[in-house]
């Protein structure tokens, strides 16, 4: 840090003796009169090193100093010569010369005012050559422009909190991150205001547990923002804290990375493996349940593996159509397509209306099961096991938020209702019903009747 025209005490003939001894820069004494006019009474040794020209000769012309200065610099000098003159206030500033050899170098001039009984005004002053300095700032400036514009394109946002300054640093980025335009002014209070309120203390405490260690450390951390607009976003922060020698902290550097999309990918799927799970449940009960109601009734093992074969292949059929879907709706008119294709299509009527009716995937398998035992028992028993029999399928009314279809066999031998619930009444129970499902079955006396209703899919 440059050294203030106070501290030096440059009006003491020995100390402006001892700025010149020390290479500090070139002392001087100016002298300002009320008509305006100046003159240096005194210009140090220094001045050939500083400036190219012997001191005699500035102190003989000032102009031999004052021209020196490259013209885009002149009226900035002036008025900040002319404010200190006018308000006996010291002057400070700093502009780029070219010397005498024709080299430019940047030159700070510093001085106080001495008023003096007869209306001049003795300046002690210091210039000193800054132009190594000015080219370190501005290097170590490009340095942080170059890192900045390296994070930045990674997406992360670049912070520095200075903390004994309480000064809090934000590329354009992380503003940019946290929804604040590029002239936003940021406080470590403002920045706690845009956290979300449940994670602010998760914040403070990972703060905290890297500034209590002995030299500073790093934390990392997922959090929410609230910004300005409302809009809730997922924060990824990386920070290290670093404490002086007595275990203050003294700075906090960090990054930022919105990883909103990332935890929205994460919560879908999370979600979908609960779904993927529940289904793999329903699936395996399924199985457990055509296993076990196959096997009853049946004499042989042939019998057992046709009969179990053939309700697992419509399985199958179905299963593949709510893959094809991603796991989403499913057309009815598909799942009754797959479901029948195995009992020929020639005397199934199924009314055009219901290519408009859709269900949700986790139901088509099991619904994909029950057209395959109605149609199975058709063959069987009813209107397919007739060279005249037909099965019609069409849409039905339901209430509000529901659909429904009804399955009719006509001319088949009569219909009686002795036997108990068979297999699709019972996958009912199973499948449907927790998903919403109904179905009510009659046997009339000219065919059998069911009413399949079920939510319609928003």
Known sequence: MSASIEDLGLSDPIVRSAADATALGMAFLLETRPDGSRRFLFAGPRCLAVNGVEGTAVMADPAVLYDMILPEHRAAYAAAEAEAVARLEPFDVEVAMRRADGAVRWHRFA????????????????????????????????????????????????????????????????????????????????????VHPDDRDNVREAFVGARDKPQGGDYSLEHRIVTPAGETRWILVNARVANDPAGEARLVVGTSLDITDRRAAEDRLNLQMGELAHRAKNGI???????????????????????????????????????????????????????????????????????AVAIRGEMAVGMGLLLHEMATNAVKYGALSSHRGRVTIGPQAAADGRAAFAWREVGGPPVTADNPPGFGTRLLQMVLRPQGGEVRFSFDPDGFRAHVEFPTVR
Not at 133 to 140: D, I, P, T, V
Not at 143 to 148: C, T
């Open 285 to 355: 009960a399924i199985l457990m349940a055509i296993v076990s109601q196959t096997a009853r009734g049946q004499e042989s093992v042939d019998g057992f593996l046709e009969l179990i074969m053939a309700r697992l292949q419509a399985m199958a059929s179905s299963q593949d159509l709510v893959t094809a879907s991603g796991g989403g709706v499913v057309a009815l008119s598909d799942v009754i397509g797959q479901a029948l294709s195995p009992f020929g299509k020639t005397r199934v009527d199924v009314d055009p209306a219901i290519e």
């Open 111 to 194: 001085a106080l005012p001495r008023p003096q009984p007869d209306g001049a005004v003795l300046w002690d002053g210091l210039q000193i050559d800054v132009t190594d300095r000015r080219s370190m700032a501005a290097a170590l400036l490009e340095q942080r422009r170059r890192l900045e514009v390296a994070v930045e394109a990674t997406g992360l946002g670049f912070w520095e909190w200075d903390i004994p300054a309480g000064q809090v640093t934000w590329s354009d980025r992380n503003k940019a991150i946290f929804g604040l335009r590029p002239d936003a002014k940021i406080t470590v209070e403002g920045y706690l205001e845009l």
